[in-house]
């Protein structure tokens, strides 16, 4: 007795996950600062900036006073521990440093701003570097490091508002903590305050919003980065990603056949094609199921287009098979989509005439026996696994093979 339906089973999301932010190597150029005045407690340098605060209120066009107090105030941050205790000292620094900017922008003295702009750098330089040496040692850290590494991030910010690399790597801290939210904001706040970021940015954007489950913002935001740099086939398979995640596989496809193009030997992009032209193709056939047998040139061409994207499936996973014979799951795969597609043409055998259906009949008998001759691999090497045996307990009985459907049955367990 033959069985006209087969259970469709799913085929597994196959995510193409990468890393984010990769590498965190420190900003060279700028003198990185230490302690200095080392010999000055906490107390005298204290004593320093109120005889500073004085100086400014009785002449409050010093520029040189501001700088001086700015100065001071970074030696009196980077005795506070943890860093967090910094930002409060780094906010008052940077004021007094925009005053003495200002009084230098005013009076054209370029040596004045270039001596102000040198100690932002240094103050910047040091904090954001002390987070980055806190992120090369990722093997052993702890929550504690990664807020200590954030806050680091953020006093180089604080002194620097507007450096985009401080914000990347403050994001990737969060990141690593698990505080995707923050990490998003970071980035966002990186977005408005400077108006011409790297099309990187946006690409780890993106990556946040799809780890968030914000998948149509993270489609939005990879397609706005695919407008500046088609070229960057990371950023291709982040927007893959987020199309496989929305059921967008029509999408999906085409980014996946680029990647396949450029990296052929990826057996990760070769799967991922394979099973988004899998599922292309299955979306095609259950539209025929909307159709009548009136529609028969529409029917045609619909199954034909099917067809074809099934083939290109198959071809992708067998490409992998045949470099890595042992690769069970892709075997899994193949067997899946064999069985899945001949269940599917069972369903739609009835819009066609008696005569065109031998022919779909063909074709599931051929997708079957493709199916059994895997799945008998598959239980060569996990006999144990009754979710094969089912599989060739249904093909077997289709195809009439009684004696092997009774074994496969009891070995089901059904």
């Known amino acids: 007795m033959k069985y006209t339906y087969f259970t469709r089973m799913a085929i597994p999301f196959i995510g193409i996950a990468f890393g984010f932010f990769i590498g965190c190597s420190t900003l060279s150029g700028n003198k990185t600062k230490t302690e200095s005045d080392g010999s000055l407690s906490q107390k005298d340098l204290k004593k320093r900036l109120s005889k500073i605060e004085a100086n400014i209120s009785s002449n409050p066009d010093n520029a040189e006073a501001y700088y001086q107090k700015g100065d001071v105030l970074s030696k009196l941050a980077q005795r506070q521990n943890p860093p967090a205790k910094r930002a409060p000292y780094y906010r008052e620094m940077q004021n007094a440093l925009a005053e003495a900017s200002t009084i230098h922008q005013s009076s054209s003295q370029t040596q004045g701003e270039e001596k102000v702009d040198e100690l932002l750098q240094v103050n910047w330089s040091f904090e954001h570097n002390q987070?980055?040496?806190?992120?090369?040692?990722?093997?052993?850290?702890?929550?504690?490091?990664?807020?200590?590494?954030?806050?680091?991030?953020?006093n180089a910010l604080i002194i620097i508002p507007d450096s985009a690399v401080s914000y990347k790597m403050k994001a990737r801290a969060l990141y690593k903590k698990h505080k995707i939210d923050q990490a998003i904001q970071t980035l966002n706040t990186a977005r408005n305050r400077i108006g011409d970021l790297s099309t990187s940015y946006i690409e780890q954007l993106a990556y946040l919003y799809l780890e968030s489950n914000q998948t149509q913002r993270a489609i939005d935001l990879y397609e706005e980065a695919e407008s500046f740099s088609s070229d960057n086939l990371n950023l291709l398979h982040g927007l893959a990603n987020a199309y496989i995640t929305a059921d967008q596989h029509k999408e999906a496809t085409k980014l996946l056949g680029t990647l396949v193009e450029n990296k052929p030997e990826n057996i990760i992009y070769l799967e991922s094609y394979g099973t988004e032209l899998y599922s292309v193709g299955m979306q095609q056939l259950d539209s025929l199921q909307s159709f009548t047998i009136g529609d028969s040139l529409a029917i045609q061409q619909t199954k034909s287009s099917a067809d074809t994207l099934m083939n290109m499936a198959q071809n992708q996973l067998r490409k992998i098979l045949n470099q890595n014979p042992d690769k069970t799951?892709?075997?899994?795969?193949?067997?899946?989509?064999?069985?899945?597609?001949?269940?599917?043409?069972?369903?739609?055998?009835?819009?066609?005439?008696?005569?065109?259906?031998?022919?779909?009949?063909?074709?599931?008998?051929?997708?079957?026996?493709?199916?059994?001759?895997?799945?008998?691999?598959?239980?060569?090497?996990?006999?144990?696994?009754?979710?094969?045996?089912?599989?060739?307990?249904?093909?077997?009985?289709?195809?009439?093979?009684?004696?092997?459907?009774?074994?496969?049955?009891a070995k089901a367990n059904l």
């Open 131 to 154: 987070g980055v040496k806190i992120l090369q040692t990722d093997s052993t850290l702890n929550n504690n490091d990664l807020n200590n590494a954030a806050d680091h991030f953020n």
């Open 329 to 409: 799951e892709i075997k899994q795969q193949l067997a899946d989509i064999n069985k899945n597609y001949a269940a599917k043409l069972s369903q739609i055998k009835s819009l066609y005439s008696e005569s065109k259906q031998q022919e779909i009949e063909n074709q599931i008998q051929n997708s079957l026996s493709s199916a059994v001759n895997l799945y008998e691999e598959l239980v060569e090497q996990q006999p144990d696994k009754t979710e094969f045996w089912k599989h060739l307990y249904q093909a077997y009985s289709y195809l009439g093979m009684q004696e092997q459907a009774n074994e496969a049955k």
